[in-house]
């Protein structure tokens, strides 16, 4: 999960907003999650409105030059049998960098 942070109205590092908060501000989001403590506060992000998608990441002909030694036998909306289980491996692997940042 991605947040937004703040305080007073004004955005802060994320480094900034853990040193300040309980260590067990997550487990305290409300339904929408949203967090406060006095001023600091945590929104969480809606990937699907950032326009979040592994897909936009990846340099599929390169990847495609990895798998098969060919750049167009791979694409983003078909990877095809034989490379299918690798290349959601990666989006996952992608999708999980993502949610570290």
């Known amino acids: 999960m991605r947040f937004n942070y703040t305080y007073n109205g004004t955005p802060i ?3 900034e907003f853990i040193k300040q908060v309980p260590i ?3 487990d305290e ?3 929408w999650g ?3 403590w006095g001023y600091y506060r945590a929104s969480k992000l809606d990937e699907e409105s950032m ?3 592994s897909t936009n990441l990846i340099n599929w002909s390169e990847v495609s030059r990895l798998l ?4 167009e036998q791979i694409r983003s909306t078909y990877p095809g049998k034989m490379y299918r289980d690798k ?5 996952m692997l992608i999708k999980e960098w993502y949610e570290f940042l």
């Not at 098969?68 to 750049?71: S, V």
């Not at 290349?87 to 989006?91: A, E, N, P, S, Y």
């Open 51 to 53: 326009g979040y998608d």
């Open 29 to 31: 989001l409300d339904e």
């Open 87 to 91: 290349v959601d491996r990666l989006k």
């Open 68 to 71: 098969t030694g060919n750049r």
């Open 13 to 15: 590092q994320k480094s």
């Open 34 to 36: 949203e967090y406060s």
């Open 24 to 26: 067990t501000w997550m």
